[in-house]
């Protein structure tokens, strides 16, 4: 083969005058000195087009095209909170009836009182288990702020209410706020953070009680007078943060922290301060929950107490509605879900039997229904494709 015809010859380009012979008649290949009429690319001022030069591989767009933006996403729909809500006061309902017609004790005076202030305390707890996991850092230290919030207005109680609530309620505030700075600059997740504080607070009972419990001095005011006013204001706080929920800029506010794609991936300024603005009112929440048992217990301290009052929180928000995801949740399912879990407590304590292993085996079978409940409320709560491309 010539060096000639190793060449080879690409469209739009000319060949060297020397290459072939102009006598040659041309026979529409390109020999001779005419180029077929036919084709533009033989044309000496033909110019390739941009999209020619481009070399799109399949899957990919080429530059320049109109690109479709993403369907904006669906709305959250709310029935499947109402109707699981409604199911909830109907087994509450039932549930009451129950422990009425076996221990009717439990409804006396005394006893319904009781039962409105523990309701009340493990509201407030769940209150921050809710704000926590609402904004994609679940506080698994509540009990721990609970219990150290307790010991120490245990301590400095002497006869005068509001010296005797700065030291539980703001160490609890600032352990809240710590917590929040530490997941916020690390961007770490909130679980795990919070079992370091979870350590801290055992290592804090420990310290301040002597690992013994400390009993509340004489004369501290007895919640159960004020029982119902105490269910009342933590039940309608419950339900107000519950309505402020359903508002979209809001929820989405308050859960811009939630990973969306790559969980290590910040998700700016504004998330962080969110994250420790939720984990610093979790933490004052707990400390509040704390503080509300130690005096009506009459007794706190011991680092007993804080796992079961995590687990017992813990399976009200879930049983209530609240995705474990903590992208969704209702309005009253969690007071209602509390007064499930106090109901249970409370009737295994009047039977008579274990109360760790009837607090864990309530704690544990909430949970269980719980991430049950979470499965429903995650299929429920999106909207269907079909109902998208419908526009309903």
């Given at each position: 083969m010539s060096e000639d015809d190793s060449t080879v010859r690409l469209p739009g380009r000319r060949p060297e005058s020397s290459r072939y012979p102009d006598d040659l008649p041309d026979q529409g290949f390109g020999y001779g000195g005419d180029y077929p009429s036919d084709d533009p690319t033989f044309d000496p001022g033909y110019a390739t087009p941009e999209s020619d030069r481009t070399l799109t591989l399949p899957g990919q767009t080429p530059p320049g095209a109109l690109l479709t933006p993403p369907p904006p996403p669906a709305n959250d729909r709310l029935l499947v909170h109402v109707v699981w809500e409604l199911l909830l006061v109907v087994l509450v309902a039932a549930l009451a009836v129950f422990c009425?017609?076996?221990?009717?004790?439990?409804?006396?005076?005394?006893?319904?009182?009781?039962?409105?202030?523990?309701?009340?305390?493990?509201?407030?707890?769940?209150?921050?288990?809710?704000?926590?996991?609402?904004?994609?850092?679940?506080?698994?230290?509540?009990?721990?702020?609970?219990?150290?919030?307790?010991?120490?207005?245990?301590?400095?109680?002497?006869?005068?209410?509001?010296?005797?609530?700065?030291?539980?309620?703001?160490?609890?505030?600032?352990?809240?706020?710590?917590?929040?700075?530490?997941?916020?600059?690390?961007?770490?997740?909130?679980?795990?953070?919070?079992?370091?504080?979870?350590?801290?607070?055992?290592?804090?009972?420990?310290?301040?009680?002597?690992?013994?419990?400390?009993?509340?001095?004489?004369?501290?005011?007895?919640?159960?007078?004020?029982?119902?006013?105490?269910?009342?204001?933590?039940?309608?706080?419950?339900?107000?943060?519950?309505?402020f929920g359903l508002v979209r800029p809001l929820r989405r506010a308050i859960g811009a922290f939630r990973p969306v794609a790559d969980p290590a991936e910040r998700r700016g300024i504004g998330a962080a301060l969110m994250v420790v603005l939720a984990l610093t009112v979790s933490g004052g929440l707990a400390g509040l929950s704390g503080v509300l048992s130690a005096v009506q217990l009459r007794t706190a301290g011991g680092p007993g107490g804080m796992l079961p009052q995590l687990l017992l929180a813990l399976g009200a928000v879930l049983v209530g509605g609240v995705s474990a995801y903590g992208r969704r949740g209702g309005v009253f399912g969690t007071m209602l879900g509390v007064l499930a879990l106090v109901l249970a407590v409370q009737f295994g304590t009047m039977r008579g039997w274990s109360g760790p292993a009837t607090t864990f085996g309530v704690a544990g079978g909430a949970i269980v229904l719980g991430l049950v409940v979470t499965r429903l409320v995650e299929w429920g709560g999106r909207r269907r494709e079909n109902a998208r491309m419908l526009g309903v």
């Amino acid at each position: 083969m010539s060096e000639d015809d190793s060449t080879v010859r690409l469209p739009g380009r000319r060949p060297e005058s020397s290459r072939y012979p102009d006598d040659l008649p041309d026979q529409g290949f390109g020999y001779g000195g005419d180029y077929p009429s036919d084709d533009p690319t033989f044309d000496p001022g033909y110019a390739t087009p941009e999209s020619d030069r481009t070399l799109t591989l399949p899957g990919q767009t080429p530059p320049g095209a109109l690109l479709t933006p993403p369907p904006p996403p669906a709305n959250d729909r709310l029935l499947v909170h109402v109707v699981w809500e409604l199911l909830l006061v109907v087994l509450v309902a039932a549930l009451a009836v129950f422990c009425w017609r076996v221990e009717p004790a439990m409804f006396h005076s005394v006893g319904l009182r009781l039962i409105a202030v523990q309701a009340a305390a493990l509201g407030l707890l769940a209150m921050a288990v809710s704000v926590s996991l609402r904004a994609g850092a679940p506080n698994l230290a509540v009990g721990a702020f609970a219990a150290v919030a307790g010991l120490l207005f245990a301590r400095a109680y002497e006869h005068n209410l509001p010296v005797a609530l700065i030291p539980g309620l703001g160490v609890a505030l600032v352990a809240g706020l710590a917590l929040g700075v530490v997941v916020a600059l690390l961007h770490v997740p909130g679980w795990a953070a919070s079992l370091v504080a979870l350590c801290g607070g055992l290592v804090a009972t420990t310290l301040i009680g002597h690992g013994s419990m400390v009993t509340v001095a004489d004369g501290a005011p007895d919640p159960r007078r004020w029982a119902y006013v105490w269910f009342i204001a933590v039940a309608a706080t419950s339900v107000l943060a519950g309505v402020f929920g359903l508002v979209r800029p809001l929820r989405r506010a308050i859960g811009a922290f939630r990973p969306v794609a790559d969980p290590a991936e910040r998700r700016g300024i504004g998330a962080a301060l969110m994250v420790v603005l939720a984990l610093t009112v979790s933490g004052g929440l707990a400390g509040l929950s704390g503080v509300l048992s130690a005096v009506q217990l009459r007794t706190a301290g011991g680092p007993g107490g804080m796992l079961p009052q995590l687990l017992l929180a813990l399976g009200a928000v879930l049983v209530g509605g609240v995705s474990a995801y903590g992208r969704r949740g209702g309005v009253f399912g969690t007071m209602l879900g509390v007064l499930a879990l106090v109901l249970a407590v409370q009737f295994g304590t009047m039977r008579g039997w274990s109360g760790p292993a009837t607090t864990f085996g309530v704690a544990g079978g909430a949970i269980v229904l719980g991430l049950v409940v979470t499965r429903l409320v995650e299929w429920g709560g999106r909207r269907r494709e079909n109902a998208r491309m419908l526009g309903v």
